[in-house]
């Protein structure tokens, strides 16, 4: 192929799904010259999975995201059918907003909003090569032999690269549903020096919903109260006519022509050499590693308001085509259902995280970041997560900026990315709640108040949506004030109040801010007992009550963040010889070579690196300190 | 909460091994060293004389202006320490009950006492030792820690790592149950409960409970073994006592106990500490009505975790014998056959087959055989230390600090869940409980890593 020189850009994204269209707006909306470029133009934001976005963890992600001046919550605010607040009778570090997402419409949506931002190319075309010169990387080349040039390029080649579909006996190379997989920029990252590894992941099959007896199902509807992802997004918005999710079981008689069919999987037959997720394993797998249950749940979730297509959650399946179909009509509400397409499986290669740093560049090759679910990772939110903060770093490089990261106290983001390149990981990694050591801190009811300087600093958040911010907090400052000048008398009417909801009765005067730390007292109710306002905004009143009401856990965890901070600040300097540092334990060299730690925090937090070795590291870091003091 | 390396308050730790020995040493490092070393020592001002010096005085109680022993000690002015900071040696004359004496008048008068390796960690964190140094050091540093953990497991061995594992399994399932109802809120798991959460907590706080008593027994080793001296009257139990109490090493100290005139006297036998308890009722019982008598020796054997029961052994057994042999038949005891001298009428053999103790002869009169007897209170003292293989021990400082930590951590579960607190969030308790205990196993190191490299290093330095 002739390669041609064509434009030139600041910023080359490559892929445009979840993490590639955060990636490329960020660039464009920092002001740099962007070129995104995908595929196939009718994936852009494609959903091959779930049409689903948020969940634990996941949800709070799509508001850092927001609150980062990111597109994702704004997208899925606009293409729901169903919102629903999860995990609601816990506490408020673990409730989660969910949406069902019309998957066309989501993928239009982002498509209309990159083709209208201004500073940013949307393009088809399939990359083959990096052009890399002296260890910087400085464009791409396409299979069509256009080069591309750019400061800095962005990796976010999804399950495409070298993608590899398993349905049964039969396998074929192909990205995510049936699209072009990328092969040869695989062969040429490998040639670069990256390390790359096969992943794999799966997907259910989708039934016709004309073909579901939904009354066999059990529904699940979506919220009344109005909820959603963005800041911006206003209650008044609130969809009113929601789409229902249903579901129902799997049965003996489903694990039986599984279990008779097992060798007809590739997952067991040794075709698929990927490692899967343990967290979202595949139907045959569930029955196999679960023999003792005898039934699993299945969701039926609508795709869209303008397709019969349901997707049959939690049924992920590579059992040929005839078997699943079997399978499917033993779950009650799909005797008679009509398979549209099949479930399948799909191996592809990842870059093993660690060769990352924070701000997700390359350690071996630089201006090169890598982001989403090649890096690794599983589910559109982490991916679009991750997209941001690449597209962010890229923009930076490209202007010569020092780069941008999030610590593990300050986002969910920044304990993926930290766990990414610091741990790497032996499975899709999936984000969960318990990955978090300060899961009360990074909540999704506070991800504006944690991280929307940052996006006003970036130039993310218009000076407008800045403000509106600041009167926020000012309110909450406001309405806190106001709590504490309050007192709430042991009047008749409040010792009934109190009786009625349960809690003891007040044996004197106090104030309001002290009374509200009563699990079960709001503060609607003290506006009620004492005819003061305390604000208008209902999202004011949840701050104010959860950090009254967790004062002594939220402060039990800012200790904990103090001490991480401490051993954050001692860094380790960048061209640190691990070989000249005698003592140290073979496996823990290696370790220290291989992820390069930043910081002593960092250091502690690599997997089999024993004490003596960090104390090692971290006297040798410390002499270098002392031994200048000393003289 | 383990220290920071820029914390440098002044510390002070025993730095020979408890035990026997003929000196012993209590070190002290940091900036007030010489000043609160000045406040217990009779002899030249420690504030005024040169670095590098050793002097001559005495060891006092400021409060009472008691002697505790005579010493040297030892005054080094930083930089040219070990620790580049001021160091103060106090060389006393050994003994666990003299060299935890002075080392509590010193944390009384303002020095904390040293994390496990802290003097070390000093003299590295102030740049005592260069670079080749530190990089040699550190080779020892490591086998050193190699060995501390081989030693830390060997103490865990009998049955305490077991306990504690099975204490963290039993957090870690309901913790795990709790997580994925949480990531999974959809999916048929239990739901647990907070109060499920609780009564887990109330089962391990039960389980640390009951470890945590056999930490007593591990601080004899600093505290002293009870010993209670019973029997009947005329028998020779005040001249035992004053055998113990006027020997060389005794130190006599007048706690005040429950009752006006009870004295505890601390003596120290072939180095092992005994706590002797009630020694007035000792006396007052040898010339006084008996039920008085009965009812302190009954006080005291409550008290005690060793049991000197004496036998006139040249009569034939009474009724009186026999009871106090039943009384005592639960507790570690040595079944003292007196008055040898005026002939044997009871046979140790009978008397080891009748109540399965140790059993020894002696004329305390005579001083006949006593060494006999200080050799076997030591051999009863060790064996229980070390050999208890029927009870689980925590022994040290370090294991029960934690168990407690991780106790109370379990206790703010219980009442979070009793103020209604969201099962996520009192979860935050009952997860660093888990992490506490995995700090005893070594299954989970705290943050501060450089802190428990240097925990595992031995005491001092």
Same mark, same amino acid.
């Not at chain 1, 218009?462 to 403000?467: A, I, K, Q, T």
């Not at chain 2, 002290?28 to 406040?39: C, L």
């Given at each position: ?183 040869? =920029? ?229 304990? =993926? ?215 | ?98 060299? &935890? ?216 057994? &009474? ?49 006949? &055989? ?92």
């Amino acid at each position: 192929m002739k390669v041609y020189d064509t434009n030139e850009y600041d910023v080359i994204v490559v892929g445009a799904g979840h993490a590639g269209c955060e990636a490329a707006l960020a660039s464009a909306h920092m002001g740099l010259k962007t070129l995104v470029l995908t595929i196939g133009l009718d994936m852009v934001a494609f959903m091959p999975c779930n049409p689903s976005v948020g969940g634990p963890a996941k949800g709070t992600v799509v508001r850092e995201i927001d609150a980062l001046g990111g597109q994702m919550g704004k997208n899925i605010d606009a293409t729901y059918i169903q919102m629903r607040m999860l995990n609601t009778g816990k506490g408020p570090a673990v409730r989660a907003l969910r949406a069902q997402a019309d998957k066309n419409k989501y993928h239009e949506r982002m498509k209309d909003t990159i083709e209208n931002t201004p500073n940013l190319t949307l393009r088809q075309a399939v990359v083959d090569q990096l052009v890399v010169e002296d260890g910087v990387c400085k464009g791409v080349i396409t299979n069509t032999g256009a080069r591309y040039h750019a400061k800095s390029v962005v990796l976010t080649t999804g399950t495409a690269a070298r993608g590899r579909i398993f349905i049964g006996e039969l396998n074929y190379s192909s990205g995510p549903n049936n699209t072009i997989p990328a092969i040869k =920029l695989s062969e040429n990252l490998e040639k670069l020096g990256f390390k790359l590894r096969r992943f794999k992941t799966g997907t259910p099959p989708r039934v016709n919903g004309n073909t579901i007896d939904f009354s066999k199902t059990e529904e699940e509807p979506g919220d009344k109260i109005p909820r959603h992802f963005s800041y911006e997004t206003r209650d008044a918005d609130y969809l009113k006519d929601q789409v229902s999710c249903w579901m129902t079981y799997t049965n003996p008689v489903t694990h039986e022509i599984i279990n008779d069919n097992l060798d007809r999987s590739p997952m067991f037959s040794g075709d698929i050499v990927g490692v899967g997720p343990r967290y979202c394993p595949s139907i045959e797998t569930k029955v196999v590693r679960f023999a003792d249950k005898n039934r699993h749940q299945l969701f039926l979730e609508p795709e869209g308001l303008n397709t019969k297509e349901y997707y049959v959650g939690d049924f992920s399946t590579s059992m040929p085509e005839e078997v699943q179909l079997r399978m499917l009509h033993t779950v009650a509400g799909l005797e008679h259902a009509e398979m549209m397409r099949p479930g399948y499986a799909i191996e592809y290669d990842v870059i093993d995280p660690w060769q990352l740093t924070h701000t997700l560049e390359t350690k071996n090759i630089k201006n090169l970041f890598a982001a989403g679910q090649m890096n690794g990772t599983s589910g559109y939110e982490e991916a679009a997560g991750q997209g941001l903060i690449a597209g962010i770093n890229a923009a930076l490089r490209a202007q010569g900026k020092p780069g941008f990261t999030l610590g593990r106290d300050e986002a969910y983001i920044g304990v =993926l990315i930290d766990d990414l390149v610091t741990k790497g990981t032996n499975e899709p990694y999936r984000l969960l709640t318990s990955r978090a050591e300060y899961r009360l801190i990074l909540r999704h009811d506070n991800a504006d108040l944690r991280l929307t300087p940052y996006g006003h600093k970036l130039g993310l958040i218009s000076d407008e949506r800045y403000e509106k911010f600041e009167e926020k907090k000012k309110a909450i400052e406001e309405a806190k004030e106001k709590l504490a000048s309050i007192t709430i008398h042991p009047t008749d009417e409040v010792q009934e109040f109190l009786r009625n909801i349960g809690e003891d009765k007040l044996s004197a005067g106090l104030k309001a801010d002290v009374f509200l730390r009563r699990p079960r007292v709001k503060i609607d109710d003290i506006e009620k007992i004492t005819g003061e306002k305390i604000s208008d905004d209902r999202y004011v009143k949840e701050q104010v009550e959860i950090n009254i009401k967790y004062a002594g856990y939220i402060k039990k965890e800012q200790v904990r963040i103090d001490r991480l901070h401490r051993q954050e600040a001692k860094k380790i300097p960048e061209d640190i010889d691990y070989n000249a540092i005698e003592g140290l334990a073979t496996e823990a060299r290696q370790k220290f070579e291989k992820i390069r730690p930043e910081t002593l925090a960092q250091a502690e937090r690599i997997s089999g690196v024993n004490p003596a070795d960090l104390a090692i590291l971290s006297v040798y870091i410390q002499n270098g300190r002392y031994s200048k003091v000393k003289k | 909460m383990a220290q920071t390396l820029t914390e440098f308050d002044t510390i002070a730790a025993i730095s020979t091994p408890i035990g026997e020995g003929g000196i012993s040493i209590v070190r002290m490092s940091g900036e007030d060293a010489v000043k609160i070393a000045n406040k217990v020592f009779k002899g030249a001002d420690l504030t005024k004389v040169p670095t590098h010096t050793i002097h001559y005085g005495h060891i006092i109680d400021p409060e009472t202006d008691k002697t505790i022993d005579e010493s040297m000690v030892t005054v080094l002015r930083a930089p040219k320490t070990f620790t580049r900071e001021d160091i103060v040696e106090i060389n006393c004359h050994g003994g666990i009950v003299v060299t &935890n004496h002075i080392l509590q008048l010193l944390l009384a008068n303002g020095a904390r006492m040293a994390d496990p390796g802290e003097f070390t960690k000093r003299a590295f964190v102030n740049g005592r030792i260069d670079l080749t140094q530190a990089e040699s050091v550190m080779d020892i540093v490591r086998a050193k820690t190699d060995k501390a953990r081989q030693v830390a497991v060997g103490q865990l061995a009998g049955g305490l790592l077991e306990k504690i594992r099975a204490m963290r399994k039993e957090i870690l399932d309901t913790l795990a149950n709790v997580e994925v109802n949480i990531d999974y809120p959809e999916y048929d798991a239990d739901q647990i409960t907070a109060k499920q959460m609780a009564d887990t907590s109330k089962d391990v706080i039960a389980k640390i409970d009951k470890l945590l008593k056999t930490a007593q027994e591990g601080t004899i080793l600093r505290n002293g073994l009870a010993t209670a001296i019973v029997g009947q009257p005329n028998v020779g139990k005040s001249s035992l006592l004053n055998y113990l109490t006027q020997s060389d090493k005794a130190i006599v100290t007048d706690v005040a106990g429950t009752t006006r005139d009870t004295l505890e006297e601390y003596v120290s036998v072939n180095g092992v500490p005994l706590k002797l308890i009630d020694t007035a009722g000792i006396h007052h019982t040898e010339d006084k009505v008996e039920k008085i008598g009965v009812e302190r020796s009954q006080k005291a054997l409550k008290q005690a975790d060793l049991v000197l029961l004496l036998i006139d052994g040249s009569q034939d057994l &009474n009724d009186e014998d026999k009871a106090l042999i039943k009384e005592t038949a639960d507790k570690k005891r040595i079944i003292i056959l007196n008055k040898m001298d005026l002939g044997q009428k009871l046979s140790i053999e009978d008397m080891k087959k009748l109540t399965g103790s140790e059993v020894i002869s002696t004329s305390i009169l005579k001083e006949e &055989n006593l060494d006999a007897l200080a050799d076997l209170i030591k051999k009863l003292f060790f064996a229980g230390i070390e050999n208890s293989n029927d009870q689980v021990m925590v022994t040290n400082q370090r294991q029960s600090g934690l168990l407690a930590k991780a106790k109370k951590q379990l206790q703010d579960v219980v009442k979070a869940v009793d103020d209604e607190v969201p099962v996520d969030i009192a979860q935050i308790d009952f997860n660093d409980a888990w992490d506490t205990l995995g700090e005893i196993t070594g299954d989970s190191a705290p943050d501060e890593l450089i802190n428990t490299l240097f925990s595992q290093f031995c005491l001092g330095k």
